[in-house]
C-alpha cells in the first residue's frame, strides 16, 4: 500500500502501534505480548508501510492514545480517519461509536436502532469487532449484550475490552445487581 506510514510507541499496557496515510489515521494497534507481534500485526495489515517519525495530527492521537490507556479522558473528535476503505455501514456504526461517552457503554441492539437499521445487529457486531481504529473509535465500549464484556477488537492485542472499560471506570458506575440486594449476605466463618 503506497503512501502508508507507521510508528511503533508506548502506552501503560505496552508498545502500541499506528498507520496512517495523507486522509489520516488508517489504524490502531493495542500492544501485544511483545512489541514484534504488536509491529507485525501492523505491517500484515499494511505490507510496504515505512516506519516513520508521525505528523503532527498523528502524533495529537498517538498522544490521545496512550492517555486513553492511562484512564485518562481524551476527547478523539479532532482525529481525522482515513475512511477509504470502509464500507458506508461501518463507518456510520464508527461514528456512533465515537459518541459513546467515556465510561459508558451500549449494545449491538442499540446501536442499530439508533442507525435505523434495527434488523442489522449482526453487521453491527461484524464492524465492532473489525474496527480498526482501536480506542479513538471505542469499540470496547459496545457489547454484545448489555453486561457482556468478553472478548475484544480487531485491533486490540493483548488489551481486551474488559480492561479498557476498567481503565474508563465503567465498573465503579455499576451498583449493586438485583441479587445483592435480595439476597442477605452469608455470615462468615469464624
Not at 498522544?63 to 475512511?83: N, P, R, Y
Not at 442499540?110 to 449482526?122: D, E, H, T
Request: include cysteine; aromatic fraction near 6%; charge should be positive.
Amino acid at each position: 500500500m503506497a503512501g502508508v506510514a507507521y510508528t511503533i510507541f508506548d502506552s501503560m499496557v505496552g508498545r502500541c502501534g499506528i498507520a496512517w496515510s495523507d486522509d489520516g489515521v488508517l489504524a490502531v494497534q493495542l500492544a501485544e505480548a511483545r512489541e514484534l507481534q504488536t509491529r507485525g500485526r501492523l505491517l500484515r495489515q499494511f505490507p510496504g508501510a515505512r516506519e516513520s517519525r508521525p505528523a503532527v495530527g498523528i502524533e495529537t492521537a498517538i498522544e490521545g492514545v496512550a492517555a486513553a490507556l492511562s484512564g485518562q479522558i481524551w476527547d478523539f473528535s479532532d482525529v481525522v480517519l482515513d475512511l477509504g476503505g470502509v464500507a458506508a455501514f461501518d463507518q456510520r456504526v464508527y461514528e456512533t461509536l465515537r459518541t459513546i461517552p467515556h465510561g459508558e457503554t451500549t449494545t449491538f441492539a442499540a446501536i442499530a436502532r439508533k442507525l435505523r437499521a434495527s434488523g442489522a445487529i449482526q453487521a453491527v457486531g461484524r464492524a465492532v469487532r473489525h474496527n480498526p481504529f482501536a480506542v479513538i473509535v471505542p469499540c470496547h465500549r459496545a457489547l454484545e449484550t448489555a453486561g457482556d464484556t468478553g472478548g475484544t477488537c480487531y485491533n486490540g492485542g493483548s488489551v481486551t475490552r474488559r480492561r479498557l472499560l476498567s481503565l474508563e471506570g465503567a465498573f465503579a458506575k455499576t451498583g449493586p445487581t438485583l441479587f445483592d440486594v435480595l439476597l442477605p449476605p452469608r455470615p462468615r466463618p469464624v
